[in-house]
């Protein structure tokens, strides 16, 4: 009997070109691996998706709540300063030489804005800010603008805004020529 082990096997199986040992078992190993990797890369793609998905929810569920909180705040802050300016001109008048006076056209600018030349294309001419008290004019013939006037730095500025960046009251609306 032959003996299993011969003296050139070390050369014969170890060299840069033997040949590979294997069979079906390693081929199903390497597929079982094969198998898992893929898994777990798609297990890890779903849950980043599914959480890229949750933080933007989130990101517009804050962003829709603190807009619907910002502007009842803008609102409520440029209604008191409209009431209180009205206080302090009915007190200037209560305590003036009876005179009669033209009513007060003020609105509250709700959102800061261009102020123009002329209605709709007109050169920008300065800048308005969100609360500021403003002096109407006049308005547009579809009333869709109106022509202030206002005091910034001790210079009187006049001017057409969009109606969409004033809070007006719809009393004082109706007696704007």
Do not use: C, H
């Amino acid at each position: 009997m032959s003996s299993k082990i011969r003296p050139d096997d070390w050369d014969r199986l170890f060299t840069p070109n033997a040949p590979r040992r294997g069979g079906p078992l390693r081929v199903l190993l390497n597929l079982f691996i094969t198998l898992i990797v893929i898994v777990l890369l798609a297990v890890g793609v779903l849950f980043a998706r599914n959480l890229r998905e949750q933080r933007i929810a989130q990101a517009l569920a804050t962003a829709t709540s603190a807009a619907a909180t910002a502007i009842p705040e803008r609102t409520a802050a440029a209604q008191a300063q409209l009431d209180a300016t009205a206080t302090l001109v009915a007190a200037r008048t209560a305590t003036a030489v009876a005179q009669p006076a033209a009513p007060q056209l003020t609105a509250s600018v709700f959102n800061g804005g261009n102020v123009r030349e002329a209605p709709v294309s007109g050169r920008p001419v300065d800048q308005l800010q969100a609360g500021q008290i403003v002096q109407l004019l006049e308005k547009s013939d579809d009333g869709s603008w109106f022509k202030i006037s206002y005091t910034r730095s001790g210079q009187t500025i006049t001017g057409w805004v969009s109606k969409t960046l004033l809070t007006i009251d719809p009393a004082i609306e109706q007696q704007v020529p």
